[in-house]
């Protein structure tokens, strides 16, 4: 767990150094700092800010493009003051032209996120496992990759291109604009939404030496592969965007109707998490060693220390 008055530079650094590590790096998608905290917890060595999620939470709509960059960038630092492993940040389509693209880099940077990935559709961009996208030609995404490079002040910002072509233009031209988008300075390369092992085998071989993310789209339109056919094609990063948001919406909901039947709580207690557990792992008692080491504050006869 991150210290609340803990340092948490670094985070793009200790990224590239797992990226280049030969095990994938596992990112399951936290949509707000509480989820987050649970994927620390869990011992998963980075952790995803997922639009989709971040849409469902903050406006409980879907990802159509809703969200601003300024929310978007909110959730992320609050996400990255959450916890001490990195953070990998949704940022849409750069939220406008590469001059925009600038901005939206500079603003997550200061939020401390590890990396970002912008993709190529057409604002406002929707979610990637959804029919109807539309893509920006190529060589105006190539312009926004150049942007974000140019941007970064922290040259370890890891920065994603993702490409959502496959569904709109095929996938030779989802691999052709891949190649362009490395080719402009991307780090790693995003592939949406290929939709079968064949394609995913495909991505890895157009890309050998370059590193590639995996998103495990929970009930999207891309096969769900295992994570050893996963390493042995090559893939660095994997994302598994909504299951923390799928599995809450379920336990919530079963809870609800717990209360509602019963007319109160009791019948679910067994289900919950204990009080005073929660209270510890969001941080109690840091709170607490806070108030005792800055409240002038001492045990036993309750007399204020001394001043010095």
């Not at 109807?132 to 890891?158: C, F, H, N």
Request: glycine share 8%; with cysteine; hydrophobic share 45%.
């Amino acid at each position: 767990m991150a210290e609340l008055l803990g340092q948490r530079s670094g985070g793009a650094r200790r990224l590239r150094e797992l990226l280049a590590r030969p095990a994938p790096v596992l990112a399951p998608g936290a949509y707000d700092a509480l989820s987050a905290r649970l994927v620390e917890e869990a011992g998963f060595p980075a952790v995803y800010m997922t639009g989709f999620g971040t849409s469902a939470a903050y406006l409980g709509r879907p990802d159509v493009g809703l969200v601003t960059m300024s929310e978007m960038v909110d959730n992320a630092r609050r996400i990255v003051q959450a916890v001490s492993t990195p953070v990998i940040a949704d940022a849409d389509t750069g939220y406008g032209n590469p001059i925009n693209v600038v901005r939206t880099v500079r603003a997550y940077e200061n939020a401390g996120v590890a990396a970002i990935h912008l993709e190529d559709q057409v604002a406002p961009k929707k979610c990637g496992h959804l029919e109807g996208k539309q893509v920006i030609p190529a060589a105006e995404m190539v312009e926004k990759i150049r942007a974000a490079v140019a941007a970064r002040t922290d040259p370890d910002l890891v920065l994603i291109a993702r490409t959502d072509a496959r569904a709109v233009e095929g996938l030779d031209a989802a691999l052709d604009r891949a190649r362009r988008y490395r080719e402009a300075g991307a780090d790693v390369l995003f592939v949406e939404a290929p939709q079968s092992t064949d394609e995913i085998a495909a991505v890895a071989t157009a890309f050998p030496d370059t590193p590639l993310l995996f998103n495990w789209a929970e009930g999207g339109k891309t096969p769900p592969l295992p994570l050893a056919d996963l390493e042995r094609l090559g893939y660095r990063l994997v994302l598994f965007p909504i299951s923390t948001l799928l599995a809450a919406t379920r336990a919530i909901r079963e809870v609800l109707a717990g209360i509602r039947s019963g007319g109160t709580p009791a019948a679910v207690m067994d289900r919950l998490v204990p009080f005073d557990e929660f209270l510890d792992f969001i941080g109690l008692p840091e709170i607490r060693d806070l108030e005792r080491r800055f409240s002038g504050l001492t045990t036993g006869a309750g007399t204020p220390a001394p001043h010095t």
